[in-house]
């Protein structure tokens, strides 16, 4: 099994933040991960577990990873799928220094970490039969990637 550590502002496994497209796809395709689908800014990786963004310069600005069985998902030594959504939100809360933070189940961002947690459901829970809300998707961005969802509030 392979193990991704969440590393904020710079990579969850081999994807690196500010890597060029070619050189993210190479890397997963490195270890086993060829390139499923892509979509515009968009490429997704090992049954759409795993999803990078790009920005317009083509290079990585965000990256997203679900629950697999094959990856362990590891952020400062907790596997993040094998805690119930309130236990990572409140880890990770923890480690961002920026103020006071509220649970929400729907989509969160930590703004000192560019750690995003999307979607908290128990059909998530792939390591607890479904019996606790996880997040569907842990994901980091870039400081280009936060400029881009600052703009989309202001509207």
């Not at 904020?8 to 689908?37: C, Q, T, V, W, Y």
């Not at 979509?39 to 999803?51: A, G, K, M, T, V």
Request: charged content about 20%; aromatic content about 10%; hydrophobic content about 40%.
């Amino acid at each position: 099994m392979l193990t991704f550590e969440i590393i904020p502002l710079d990579s969850i496994g081999p994807l690196k933040l500010g890597a060029a497209r070619a050189e993210a796809r190479e890397a997963m395709h490195a270890i086993g991960f060829p390139l499923e689908n892509a979509r515009e800014s968009l490429d997704y990786f090992h049954h759409s577990c795993i999803q990078t963004e790009c920005g317009a310069d083509g290079n990585v600005e965000f990256i997203g990873i679900s629950s697999s069985p094959e990856i362990t998902v590891s952020y400062k030594g907790l596997d993040v799928y094998s805690l119930a959504a309130p236990e990572l939100f409140s880890f990770i809360a923890d480690h961002d220094a920026s103020g006071p933070h509220v649970y929400n189940t729907y989509q969160y961002l930590f703004p000192n970490q560019i750690i995003t947690l999307w979607d908290a459901d128990e059909q998530y829970d792939r390591q607890g039969e479904e019996t606790r809300p996880v997040w569907a998707q842990v994901g980091i961005g870039n400081s280009a990637y936060m400029d881009a969802i600052k703009a989309i509030k202001s509207k």
